[in-house]
C-alpha cells in the first residue's frame, strides 16, 4: 500500500497572464499510438527544461486524454468516469461535441515561454497527431472575462481546489488523477454591449464594477451565478475554472476558452445542463442568447506519477482485447 498519494499534474496552479490550448486527434496506425505512449515518459522533462530558464515564469503543463483516445492508447484499466463529452441543448443554443483525443493546457506568465513549451511538445509527437484546434489566450486586466465581468471569483483554492478537483479513493487506480471540460465560446459583443449594465448584472448575477454578488432578493433564478451553483444535501459543489480570453479585433472575433477541472465530470455537466437546458427547463443561462459554445471536449488527467507510467503500457492487443494491467 503506497503512504502518499499520487503527485497530481498542475492542475491548480495560480493564475496566470497567457495560455495555450491544444486539443489534437490522434492519427491512425500502432506506431502512432507507441509514439503518444512514449511521448508520457517526457512530458514532465520537456516542461522542466524549458521552464527552468525562467523561474518566475510559471510554466505548466497538464496533460488530458479522451475516452476513446484512452482505450486505443491504454486499454484497461481505464479512469471509472471518462466518457464522450456529453451535448446539452438544442438549436441555436447547443454545447456541441467535437473530436479530440488529447488536451495539453499550458500555461505562464509569458507567450513566449507558453509558445516554446508547445512547440517542443509537439515536435516530440511529430504526425502522431493532429491538432484541430489551439486557442493562444491571454488574461484580460482587472482579471475580467471578455464580456466585461470579473471572472473566477468564486474558484475554490488552496486545500478546497484540491479537494473538489482530485479523484480519492473513489477511483483508487486513478487517484491524483482529474476530469476536465473545455468549450470555445464566441461572443456577440456588439448585442452584449447594448444591453443596460442593470440587465448584464442580473444575467450574470453580480454587480459589474464592484464584482459583489447581487443580493438574493433580486438575483434571478437564471442568473449565471445561480444556474452555476450546484448544492449536494446543502454542500456546495464546486468546479476550478481557468477561462481565458481570446481574439481578433480586426476579424471581429471576441472569445471566451472555457476550461474547468473537477474530481468527476458530473458537477460540470449538471452545470452545462442547468445553462443550456435551464433549471427547471426554459429558464436558461441568457449569457447563452450572445455567446455560442462551437468547440466541446472531455478529457481525463492522469496524476503526474500515472501519466509517466502510462508509456510502459502495452496498449491493447491488435486483436481488439484489452490487457488487463
Ligand atoms: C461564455 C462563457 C462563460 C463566461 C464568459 C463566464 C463568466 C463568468 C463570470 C463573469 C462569473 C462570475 C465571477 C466568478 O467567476 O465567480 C462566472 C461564474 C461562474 N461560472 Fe461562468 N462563464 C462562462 C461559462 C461557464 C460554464 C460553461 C460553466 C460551467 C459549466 C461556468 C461555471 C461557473 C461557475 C461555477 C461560477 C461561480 C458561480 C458562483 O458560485 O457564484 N461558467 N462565470
Redesign the pocket.
Known amino acids: 500500500m503506497p503512504t502518499t498519494p499520487p503527485e497530481s499534474q498542475a492542475v491548480s496552479t495560480a493564475v496566470t497572464r497567457s495560455a495555450i490550448f491544444l486539443v489534437a486527434t490522434l492519427a491512425d496506425g500502432d506506431d502512432h499510438a507507441a509514439t503518444v505512449r512514449a511521448w508520457c515518459a517526457d512530458v514532465a522533462a520537456v516542461v522542466r527544461a524549458v521552464g527552468h530558464r525562467v523561474p518566475d515564469g510559471n510554466l505548466s503543463c497538464v496533460c488530458g486524454f479522451g475516452s476513446q483516445a484512452w482505450d486505443r492508447l491504454f486499454g484497461a484499466p481505464r479512469p471509472a468516469a471518462l466518457h464522450p463529452f456529453r451535448e446539452f441543448g438544442a438549436g441555436e443554443r447547443m454545447a456541441p461535441a467535437t473530436p479530440g483525443d488529447l488536451l495539453l493546457h499550458i500555461r505562464a506568465e509569458s507567450m513566449d515561454l507558453c509558445f516554446e513549451l508547445a512547440t517542443q511538445l509537439l515536435g516530440k509527437l511529430g504526425n502522431a497527431v493532429r491538432v484541430v484546434d489551439e486557442v493562444h489566450g491571454f488574461r484580460n486586466f482587472d482579471m475580467r ?3 466585461g ?7 475554490p483554492s488552496g486545500r478546497e481546489a484540491v479537494d473538489f478537483t482530485v479523484i480519492g479513493e473513489e477511483d483508487a487506480g486513478f487517484a491524483g488523477g482529474s476530469y476536465v471540460i473545455v ?1 470555445k ?1 464566441l461572443h456577440d459583443m456588439a448585442g452584449w454591449n447594448a444591453l443596460p449594465v442593470e440587465r448584464q448584472e442580473l444575467i ?3 454587480k459589474k464594477l464592484s464584482d459583489i ?1 447581487l443580493d438574493a432578493s433580486v438575483k434571478p433564478s437564471n442568473s ?2 445561480s444556474l ?2 450546484l448544492d449536494d444535501d446543502g454542500q456546495e459543489v464546486k ?1 476550478l ?1 481557468n ?1 481565458m480570453m481570446f481574439g481578433r479585433p480586426g476579424a471581429g472575433e471576441f472569445g ?1 476558452y ?1 476550461i ?1 477541472y473537477a474530481r468527476s465530470p458530473a458537477p ?1 455537466e449538471q ?2 445542463e442547468n ?1 443550456f437546458v435551464g433549471r427547471p427547463p426554459g429558464n436558461y443561462d441568457r ?1 447563452l442568447d450572445f ?1 455560442r459554445a462551437v468547440t466541446g471536449g472531455l478529457f481525463f488527467v492522469p496524476s503526474a506519477d500515472l501519466l509517466e507510467a502510462l508509456a510502459d503500457r502495452s496498449g491493447p492487443t491488435a486483436g481488439g482485447a484489452r490487457p488487463t494491467a
Not at 149 to 155: A, L, Q, S, Y
Open positions: 472575462a471578455m464580456i465581468f470579473v471572472d473566477g471569483t468564486e474558484n468549450q465560446y450574470i448575477g453580480r454578488e449565471h451565478s452555476t451553483t468546479i475554472r477561462n471566451t472555457f474547468a460540470i452545470m452545462l445553462m449569457l455567446s
